[in-house]
T-cell receptor
């Protein structure tokens, strides 16, 4: 079983819909990251969370440390939001590097 | 505002050839990382450097070597490339080990034939 699981793997929605991507992890962590990767492109950091909730524009990320679960929400989705969204965790205990989920491929249709 | 710069962006190697992937960051970060991304799998850590002069193995280090040349630069070397090393390679950096944002390069798409 992967230490970081994302769902769904693929998601197609219509422009304007509210999008939720979920991430569950099975290890102790010091931080959780949400990343965005456009086709053929690099990886951009969206959020880093260790507790609670963060908002940036139409994007909202939440984390529940007790349940080992995080969600990424996109409000009023737009075709330019089409990308792969990746959840990654930094393990607790001084471990270095990130452990990644496999990503959620999101397509927003006009 | 360059951030993390990787070169080259694309490379095709023949089995057995060697090459070095270059990475540089201009954010004065202590930690630097090399990851590989393969279809159907999450990114996996190859090597990392927590500070200048130190390097450590990650999850998939076999077939690779690294050099932290100075605080800015962290290179990844394939001594004898194999088809299994066909992948997209990402360099990343962060200010410290925990509680800090990660910044990624644009990736290097490597094909070994």
């Amino acid at each position: 079983k992967n230490e970081v699981e994302q769902s769904p793997q693929n998601l197609t929605a219509q422009e304007g819909e509210f999008i939720t991507i979920n991430c569950s992890y099975s290890v102790g962590i010091s931080a959780l990251h949400w990343l965005q990767q456009h086709p053929g492109g690099g990886i951009v950091s969206l959020f880093m969370l260790s507790s609670g909730k963060k908002k940036h524009g139409r994007l909202i990320a939440t984390i529940n440390i007790q349940e080992k679960h995080s969600s990424l929400h996109i409000t009023a989705s737009h075709p330019r939001d089409s990308a792969v969204y990746i959840c990654a965790v930094r393990r607790g205990g001084g471990a270095d590097g990130l452990t990644f989920g496999k990503g959620t491929h999101l397509i927003i249709q006009p | 505002n360059a951030g993390v710069t990787q070169t080259p962006k694309f490379q095709v190697l023949k089995t057995g050839q060697s090459m070095t992937l270059q990475c540089a960051q201009d954010m004065n970060h202590n930690s630097m990382y090399w990851y590989r991304q393969d279809p159907g799998m999450g990114l996996r850590l190859i090597y990392y450097s927590a500070s200048e002069g130190t390097t450590d193995k990650g999850e998939v280090p076999n077939g690779y070597n690294v050099s932290r040349l100075n605080k800015r630069e962290f290179s990844l070397r394939l001594e004898s490339a194999a088809p299994s090393q066909t992948s997209v390679y990402f360099c990343a950096s962060s200010a410290g080990r925990s509680g800090t944002e990660a910044f990624f390069g644009q990736g290097t798409r490597l094909t070994v034939v």
